[in-house]
């Protein structure tokens, strides 16, 4: 079965980095698709970036220019590096993804746990 842990959030100032971590484990044969959401108290969860097994990759208006989403197979790790943060960028990030899991084809998908992202002024 597969498990997916979110890392690297924490608190940064205006203006920092930081490079989130959805890691899966379990037998996986590739990564198909992932996304981040993220969501802050009071707001609705939102898209921020997204990418799927073809290469195509999207970006919410908010954070295009200043979040790159990666992957890396061998590691089966997607990496979501955010750069010139701001404080409305505070949220809770949230891994969601679709993974090949047999030969046959057969895929999983599902949600992290979450890592909680703060941006100081």
């Known amino acids: 079965q597969v498990q997916l842990v979110e890392s690297g959030g924490g608190l940064v100032q205006a203006g920092g980095s930081l490079r989130l971590s959805c890691a899966a484990s379990g037998r996986i044969f590739r990564i198909n698709a992932v996304d981040w959401y993220r969501q802050a108290p009071g707001l609705q969860r939102e898209l921020v970036a997204g990418f799927t097994s073809g290469g195509s990759t999207n970006y919410a208006d908010s954070v295009k220019g200043r979040f790159t989403i990666s992957r890396d197979n061998a590691k089966n790790t997607v990496y979501l590096q955010m750069n010139s943060l701001k404080p409305e960028d505070t949220a809770v990030y949230y891994c969601?993804?679709?993974?090949?899991?047999?030969?046959?084809?057969?895929?999983?998908?599902?949600w992290g746990q979450g890592t909680r992202v703060t941006v100081s002024s």
């Open positions: 969601n993804g679709e993974y090949l899991i047999s030969e046959d084809g057969g895929t999983w998908n599902g």
